[in-house]
């Protein structure tokens, strides 16, 4: 990466060369990036848990969300008040939380909408969308790490697996609950603390 930048500094869009070396930094970029989240999701990063309000984790996200996703999807925030609190790393929580929300946006085909919701069951963390569904076909691998239904170079398949991952080690378990054609939910349940 840095002897493609360094190379870039020297030379105009004009000049024919200038194409390959920025294919050459981006291919590099993105796989720097997978190298991070690979190494990230085998070993289970380290993690700093702390007592968390979901309410509060979320709501803190909520403008940061809103932009991922774009103006042509509504998002939903339905916070359950008295919320009890949970122990987990505020990191892993963000990661979840944008995780689910880039795979709605992407499961959204144009104009939808993304709902947040808490509640007091044993926690609950509930995602909906209303993009396509997922089939019967896909749904099993979904958490499986690499697996994309995504074209290529738009996703690494890691997302949904790193939620999982982050889950599991938080004592928590997920569930999915999907109509083809019409929305998925994701069920995030963790510990009371």
Not at 100 to 127: F, P, S, Y
Request: proline fraction near 5%; charge should be negative.
């Amino acid at each position: 990466m840095n002897y493609a930048e360094i190379a870039l500094m020297d030379l105009t869009p004009d000049v024919p060369i200038y194409s390959n070396l920025k294919g050459i930094e981006s291919a590099a970029t993105h796989s720097a990036n997978i190298t991070r989240r690979l190494l990230t999701f085998a070993r289970k990063q380290a993690i700093q848990p702390q007592t968390l309000n979901l309410n509060d984790s979320v709501s803190g996200m909520l403008k940061m969300l809103r932009t991922l996703i774009g103006e042509k999807i509504d998002l939903i925030w339905i916070p359950t008040p008295s919320l009890w609190n949970i122990r987990i790393d505020p990191t892993q929580m963000d990661q979840i939380l944008t995780n689910l929300c880039v795979n709605a946006r992407d499961a959204i085909e144009w104009i939808g909408t993304i709902t947040l919701e808490t509640r007091n069951l044993v926690v609950e963390k509930t995602e909906s969308n209303n993009g396509g569904g997922i089939s019967n076909e896909i749904l099993p691998h979904i958490f499986e790490p690499f697996f994309t239904t995504k074209e290529q170079g738009k996703g690494t398949g890691l997302g949904l697996a790193m939620i999982y991952g982050i889950v599991k080690q938080n004592e928590g378990f997920i569930e999915v609950d999907s109509i083809p054609g019409k929305e998925t939910s994701f069920l995030l349940y963790f510990p009371r603390f």
